[in-house]
């Protein structure tokens, strides 16, 4: 299951690189939240997949109505976010198989490459609401990572519905100190 | 006291200033008797007694609850005497809500929770009004969000001891990235607000940033203390010597105020790779002098800088010495325990850092004068820094102390 979890998961990150989007940045964000809760899943934390999953759907919601219309994906000049989602993908894969080991090589393919491709696509990316969807993404991967318990996928769900609630700001000149 | 009320009163203070912003008397009124509840909960939180009454378990760390006195006692200072053109219930939102955040940080249980709540504070404080892009002011401590992410992934795993020294650049790297130091300096607009800018990174929130994540670390880390402490000299000793020469060279004095508080980060990063007592007993002198001395001045000279108003009289001189740690101010004990625990540890780093601490004089001077003839209470709030500053570099034991070295 975890195997499959980490391929979806690699889909859902994928699909955040290259949507500049609302529909698409929301796909994306749903398809992650989706993979994390099968990985909570697998590892006995039924409860923490649940409240994973209802605060990425929830954040996938929020996404889906903040930001630029349409779905965006693959527009013209996405050919380096393309190529960054299989490089990107291979070198997770690489160090989560060959480099790392423990229980559940799954667990460490999706971590990593959604980590992977959602710094990358931080870095690169100039709209408010894909640099926001890309963190809700880490933060999904946080809940299943820091080892918790209920607590880190409570507060994993939290921050992810919050973030996708974000107006973007405009950039405006402040008074004062 | 729990430390769920030291983390819940600022944060309802920080809700309830931004809910009465119509009325600004109102909401700084509100913010301000919540904030003071607050400071009482954090310095009435008994070091290391446990809570979960949330079902989670908070503990506020010695060294944490130091900084976070600190940190209240530069918000406080700052409201009661605000710079020019500053309004009073902004910078109590702002602050407090900074506060919430990184008393919840220093409470928290692991680096996981840590990271999760500094994300929001990132989130947070990208959403303000700044002059910088979004993209721009949101990129860089997200950046360290992930590569801090990546370092709790990869701690989780098992592997060999390469991956345990990946995890050590992940976390210094993630560090580095949130505070804004070398390699990853924020972009700085000197007339953006400073709420917005990158300063609140490297002196209000960083402070209690670095002190929980290398005090988390060291479970991380285990096998690798010695490749941790290193790169934390070496990043310090390189942001000491850039720093510390862009703080002399550069063409803006706003600019120079930033490069000296990456300067003081060199210091303590230095002083945290020492890994000894002395060492992290000087990160801490240095980190209480940027939170009570370097913060405020930088803040109320910005005014003159506005104006271009540079003096040379004795205050501005006076200043100058504060700023570039000699006796009797606050770097001074710092500079002291530092070179005491390089020498304990490797006396070429020692002579190293002795040169170092030549390179803070003439940035230090020109700092000084950009304070300008203080007047009123710009002047006041000059002179209680200076006095805090005195008293810590006379008396340093306490602090120590309270940090429980």
Redesign the interface.
Known sequence: MTEVAAFVAWLGAAVIVLADSRRGLAAGLAVVALAAAAIAWSQGEEGGAIVLLAGGVLGSALRFTIGPDGWGLMQPGSTPRLLFTIVGALVALWV?LA????PSAGF?VA??TV??L??GR??E????AV??T??AG??L???I????G???YA??AL?TA??SA???????????? | MEPELAVALPAAGAACATALRPRPKLAFASGAALGVAGLVAVILSRADLTSDQL??TLTLPPASRAILIAASAALAILVAL??????RS?LLRWGLGGLAGMTAMAAA?????L??IL??L??LQ??????????IR??AP??A???L??A???A?????P??TRLVVVCLVAGLAAALGVLPYIHEFDPD???A?SPIPWLAFVGPVLAVVVVGRAGEMVAGAEDAFGALLIGLGLINIVVATIASWRTSSDAEAWRYSFIADWGLALCGFGLVVPDGVGAALLVLYSILLGRLPLY?WS??SLREKAQTDRPINFIVAAALAGSAPFAGFPARILLLRAATAMYWPLALVLALSFLLWLPGSLRLGRTIGAPTGRQLIGVAVALAISVVFGLFPRPLLGLAGL
């Open positions: 989560a480099v790392t080991s423990g460490r971590a990593l980590l992977v959602l710094g931080l870095l990316a100039a709209e408010p640099m926001l890309a963190i880490v933060a991967v946080l809940g990572v820091s080892g918790d209920i607590v880190s507060l994993a921050v919050g973030v974000m107006p973007a700001p405009a950039t405006r000149r402040p008074r004062g100190t | 079902g989670i605000p710079p020019p053109r500053a309004e902004t249980p692991t680096l996981g929770i990271v999760m994300l929001l990132v989130v990208a959403s303000g009004a700044g002059r910088r892009g979004y993209a949101f990129r997200a950046l969000v992930c590569l992410a990546l709790i992934a990869l989780a795993m098992q592997g060999p390469l991956l953006e607000s400073t917005a803040l910005r005014q």
